[in-house]
């Protein structure tokens, strides 16, 4: 199988919560091996992307988005 992984960090702004990330690495896999895991650049913080909260569950180790764009997406904490 061959994977894609973004990672990076995202923090909840303002009263009505706006998830603003950024990814920081970028790691493609097949099966157990990396092809490729490479660092990427930061934005400046007027320029990174951002989802508007939906949802989030109790002790936080996941919640829901929706883009302005009306893409959903789903971030977990390990």
């Known amino acids: 199988l061959i994977s894609i992984r973004f990672t990076g960090l995202a923090n909840l702004e303002r ?20 092809v490729l895991k490479k660092s990427l650049p930061i934005p400046e913080k007027k320029n990174r992307p951002f ?6 569950d109790n002790d ?3 919640l829901s988005a929706r883009g302005k764009g009306g893409g959903l997406a789903l971030w977990t904490k390990k």
């Open 15 to 34: 009263k009505q919560p706006l998830l603003a990330f950024y990814f920081n690495c970028i790691q493609i896999k097949l099966g157990t091996i990396d």
């Open 51 to 56: 989802f508007a909260l939906i949802a989030m």
């Open 60 to 62: 936080r180790k996941w």
